[in-house]
């Protein structure tokens, strides 16, 4: 499925850059417009047609829990993961540069203010709307008091506190997770709760309350990027004012900036994920923290890849955790193997 999203984000990608470029509209603008919206209804238009398709094989697969509507809200958001922060940031420089090249009426400025204005709110709550989408289920409230109370103690350690613990009660036995939400919370999905104990419960915690920790520094980095991205793109209007650059290159050049700007945010991320890994390993066990990484993947079913060797991803990160917990390759091993009973699939 990851791959048939990739290929339709490609070809929206292309059908939408066709469209802005041979629409008759007289604005950069009004083709950035054009062209961000196009591409994120292109891109939820195909992942709808993607989730009906594979339906069946993935319910043969996955489970009678995997309905249709279920498998197409996944879809859909693993495909808005991508189509919001390109088509939003697009939207955002076409409002701003029809608003400078807007005609001297007055109702005309307040109508584009208008537009600009919900541009920018659309841009900056798409991040709490992506994060919410990708939640596996509803969330409830954490069903060990003992367990919370712990782990209180453990962000008191770490000087940080967060607000509520959380449940998510999902339908698919796949769907391992523990989340840093927006608001102090963090959650954990019910699946992946039930199969760990203590320590490595406290493990995982660890690594999501530094992520609460690091929200500060998180919105200061999207704020930057907004800061850039809004600078280049009227650096690319007024380029097209002087005539220095053509209407037909420009919005291809801002589509490009969008997708830096994509880039560059998830090396961010993984920059974080890496300095979470190190505080809970600081903090914890990294035994633990290893044995709770590969109970994710094997219940999510990605422990054991079609060679039947352990995922590469989850061998690099455990590795970098082992290196830094100071465990040997015989340990290392030793956590990776006592996961295999949540995965149904036994290395020869």
């Given at each position: 499925?990851?791959?048939?999203?990739?290929?339709?984000?490609?070809?929206?990608?292309?059908?939408?850059?066709?469209?802005?470029?041979?629409?008759?509209?007289?604005?950069?603008?009004?083709?950035?417009?054009?062209?961000?919206?196009?591409?994120?209804?292109?891109?939820?238009?195909?992942?709808?047609?993607?989730?009906?398709?594979?339906?069946?094989?993935?319910?043969?697969?996955?489970?009678?829990?995997?309905?249709?509507?279920?498998?197409?809200?996944?879809?859909?958001?693993?495909?808005?993961?991508?189509?919001?922060?390109?088509?939003?940031?697009?939207?955002?420089?076409?409002?701003?540069e029809?608003?400078?090249?807007?005609?001297?009426?007055?109702?005309?400025?307040?109508?584009l203010?208008?537009?600009?204005?919900?541009?920018?709110?659309?841009?900056?709550?798409?991040?709490?709307?992506?994060?919410?989408?990708?939640?596996p289920?509803?969330?409830?409230?954490?069903?060990?008091?003992?367990?919370?109370?712990?782990?209180?103690?453990?962000?008191?350690?770490?000087?940080?506190?967060?607000?509520?613990?959380?449940?998510?009660?999902?339908?698919?036995?796949?769907?391992?997770?523990?989340?840093?939400?927006?608001?102090?919370r963090?959650?954990?999905?019910?699946?992946?709760?039930?199969?760990?104990?203590?320590?490595?419960?406290?493990?995982?915690?660890?690594?999501?309350?530094?992520?609460?920790?690091?929200?500060?520094?998180?919105?200061?980095?999207?704020?930057?990027?907004?800061?850039?991205?809004?600078?280049?793109?009227?650096?690319?209007?007024?380029?097209?004012?002087?005539?220095?650059?053509?209407?037909?290159?420009?919005?291809?050049?801002?589509?490009?900036?969008?997708?830096?700007?994509?880039?560059v945010?998830?090396?961010?991320?993984?920059?974080?994920?890496?300095?979470?890994?190190?505080?809970?390993?600081?903090?914890?066990d990294?035994?633990?923290?290893?044995?709770?990484l590969?109970?994710?993947?094997?219940?999510?079913?990605?422990?054991?890849?079609?060679?039947?060797?352990?995922?590469?991803?989850?061998?690099r990160?455990?590795?970098?955790?082992?290196?830094?917990?100071?465990?040997?390759?015989?340990?290392?091993?030793?956590?990776?193997?006592?996961?295999?009973?949540?995965?149904?699939?036994?290395?020869?």
């Open positions: 499925m990851k791959v048939a999203t990739f290929v339709f984000l490609i070809v929206s990608t292309v059908l939408s850059l066709i469209a802005s470029l041979m629409a008759d509209v007289e604005t950069l603008g009004s083709r950035l417009l054009l062209g961000g919206g196009l591409f994120v209804l292109l891109v939820t238009f195909s992942q709808i047609v993607l989730g009906l398709c594979m339906h069946p094989a993935v319910q043969h697969i996955r489970g009678k829990e995997w309905t249709k509507s279920f498998l197409t809200e996944r879809l859909v958001a693993m495909g808005w993961m991508v189509a919001l922060p390109v088509g939003t940031t697009a939207i955002l420089i076409g409002s701003f029809n608003l400078f090249h807007s005609p001297s009426g007055t109702l005309e400025k307040i109508l203010v208008s537009i600009t204005f919900c541009a920018i709110v659309l841009w900056c709550a798409q991040w709490n709307a992506l994060h919410s989408l990708m939640l289920g509803k969330l409830a409230r954490f069903p060990r008091e003992d367990w919370e109370r712990s782990a209180r103690e453990l962000a008191e350690r770490m000087g940080i506190s967060f607000r509520a613990l959380m449940l998510i009660q999902t339908r698919d036995p796949h769907s391992a997770a523990a989340l840093a939400l927006t608001g102090g963090i959650a954990f999905s019910d699946v992946f709760l039930n199969s760990l104990t203590k320590e490595e419960f406290l493990a995982v915690a660890a690594h999501e309350i530094e992520h609460l920790k690091q929200k500060r520094i998180t919105t200061k980095f999207f704020f930057a990027a907004f800061s850039f991205s809004l600078i280049i793109g009227i650096a690319i209007w007024w380029f097209t004012e002087i005539n220095f650059l053509s209407e037909q290159i420009a919005p291809v050049l801002a589509l490009g900036l969008s997708c830096a700007v994509l880039l945010s998830f090396l961010f991320k993984k920059s974080r994920e890496d300095a979470a890994d190190v505080i809970a390993v600081r903090y914890t990294a035994s633990s923290f290893i044995r709770a590969a109970i994710h993947y094997a219940l999510n079913d990605k422990l054991i890849d079609a060679k039947g060797e352990f995922d590469k991803g989850l061998l990160r455990s590795k970098r955790i082992a290196q830094e917990g100071g465990l040997s390759e015989e340990e290392l091993r030793s956590c990776l193997v006592s996961a295999e009973r949540y995965s149904g699939l036994i290395r020869g």
